[in-house]
Each structure stands twice: as C-alpha cells, then as structure tokens.
C-alpha cells in the first residue's frame, strides 16, 4: 500500500518482523528504510535479542536517516519487569535536506502500519536518544 504523503509502499517484511518484535521477543530492535529507487520502506537491521542498547544505537548511520523500533526492558518503582515498544525516527542534522523531507513525510503513515507502538522520540543526534531519556520516556 502506497503512503499517500510520499507515495512509498511498506514492505510486508517490515509488518512481518515488528509482529515477531512485538510478540515473540525474536528481535530487541528493527532498523527500517527507506529504498529510494523502489520507493519502499525496507528492513535496514535486525537487533538479536541479546543485543544492547548502545548496539542500537551505533547501528544507526552518522548521515542518513532511519526509522527504528526498540524493545526496552525496565523495572518500574514498583519492581515490576516491563517492557515498551520505542519508535524512533532517526534524522541526524548530517543528512541530506532531501533525505529528511523523505522521511519526515512518511513518518506518521509508517508509524501506523506497526501497531503496538508505545513511546515515540524524534532525534537528530544521539544525545536526544540516550539510555536516560528512553528510561523517563519509559516510566
């Protein structure tokens, strides 16, 4: 199905690959995108479980922009074990002007197409999406 904003079509893998995500627990995070010549959104990286947060993030390119989804695992004030689906769209201020309007258009109808999504944070360098701020975000 075509995003009516930018007229890119989502892979069914991405669909496909969340679900495992979400309700297998087979991935800790999926980096997604965007395939300019076929006009699709695509999965870039499949996070391992065992994989941490700093693998995440030194997955995501210094120049080009991605969508990610992150499991994160927490233990609230209460001493229970939880666990949040991030959506973190990723535009470091490096990229190109073109490949951040792509991305910024498709944002919304992409986010939509995973559903289960919980915590969403825009970032364009790391220090927006460090482990402290996904940890508040979270709680």
Request: glycine letters at 2%.
């Amino acid at each position: 199905m075509a995003n009516s904003a930018s007229g890119l079509a989502v892979d069914d893998e991405c669909k496909l690959r969340f679900s495992e995500l979400k309700t297998k627990r087979y991935f800790r995070f999926i980096v997604f995108k965007i395939e300019e010549k076929a006009m699709q959104i695509t999965v870039d990286r499949l996070g391992q479980p065992e994989e941490s947060y700093e693998d995440f993030t030194k997955s995501l390119p210094t120049d080009e922009c991605r969508y990610a989804v992150y499991d994160f695992d927490f233990v609230t004030d209460e001493n229970c074990q939880k666990s949040k689906i991030f959506f973190i769209a990723w535009s470091p201020d490096t990229s190109k002007v073109r490949n951040k309007m792509l991305y910024a258009s498709s944002k919304d109808r992409f986010k939509r197409e995973l559903d289960g999504i919980q915590v969403e944070l825009q970032a364009t360098d790391p220090s927006e999406m460090s482990l402290d701020i996904v940890r508040c975000r979270a709680l």
